[in-house]
């Protein structure tokens, strides 16, 4: 009577494949994490530069057809039946105008300082710099270029909740908002290991500036098309300057690592 022979006693020639596998096996399991980030560092800028490219292609498209007039219509629209549900419905002009004040100068400029504070907490200087240059230039480019060069004027006072004072295209409510939030909420997730962390603060912080554009409207003090040129530009803007912290604050990180291993 005749027995297998064991798997410890099986033949080098069908050893050899087993080892040969298991230790490709071995290598892809290491190289895998390093292929992932690579990846991830290649795509991402790739998708931000697309989404600046879109949000400007987009905000073209949008103020070609204000200076041609062709949104007039609609924004008439919009604007007469957001004055007929203030009228309607009292306590939402209140909590309108509680919303347009998150994207108020006074409120942002709060929030930009303490980011910088804490940025510079971090050792991350270059980085608050950057975030500060962001929302100064961008603030410029809105009020001081932009809004002069279309000078549109705001909606009539009669369908408006109160009065604002400046040009009206694009919103700097709206735009400011999404610069400001936008970064802040990037820089924020960046921190977070975890996509479900990181999905969750982008999209508070898109929404933040979402409801301060709709508020902007339902108070009749920006026509739409205002609001949606703001989003685009403010996206656009934001994404930009992002693509730059985000490498100065790696350049810091890796510079602070090296600091802290030298004797």
Known sequence: MTTKPSSRHAAPHEQAPARRHSSLRAVLARLAPRNIETLRSLVAPLLAGLGVVLSLLLFALVASEVFEGDTRGLDTLLLQAAQRYRVAHPRFGEVMRDLSGLGSTVVLSLLVIAAMVYLALLSARRTALLVAASIVSGAALIHLLLKPAFGRLRPDLAFADHAAWGMSFPSGHASMSAIVFLTLGALVADTRSRWAERVFILSMAAAAAFLVG??????????????LAGWALGAAWATGWLLVAHRVMRAEMTDAGEGRRRP
């Open 214 to 227: 709709v508020s902007r409207v339902a108070l009749g003090v920006h026509w739409a098309t205002d609001v």
